[in-house]
């Protein structure tokens, strides 16, 4: 249960939490593969195709993720501001698994 500013409780959607978390745990690790792995071999072994293939990856996990977390706030429901840091965090390497953190946990836990 999550209580509004209003004082009273609603319910998380544990479903779409979850999804949020899957997604996000995902763009954080196509994150590292894309700065770990895919930009060393660009400029270390000219394979600038592991740069287009982890960037693609990568671009459509963050617009999903950003997508997720808009539609989050009536979802689950979390605050505008609570979703606005998470898009935030999803442009910081490891920023989605702190934000992770600060989502609201699910209502069997």
């Given at each position: 249960m999550i209580k509004s500013t209003s004082g009273e409780t609603a319910n998380i959607n544990d479903a779409f939490l979850n999804t949020v978390r899957?997604?996000?745990f995902l763009e954080g690790v196509s994150t590292l593969i894309l700065f770990g792995i895919a930009m060393p071999l660009k400029y270390m072994a000219g394979m600038p195709l592991a740069v287009r293939i982890a960037g693609s990856i990568h671009g459509f996990l963050f617009v999903g993720?950003?997508?997720?977390?808009m539609l989050a706030i009536t979802r689950i429901p979390i605050s505008k501001g609570?979703?606005?840091t998470g898009i935030l965090a999803a442009m910081i390497p490891f920023g989605p698994f702190v934000y992770d953190r600060w989502l609201p946990r699910s209502s069997g836990e």
């Open positions: 899957c997604v996000g993720l950003a997508l997720l977390l609570l979703a606005f």
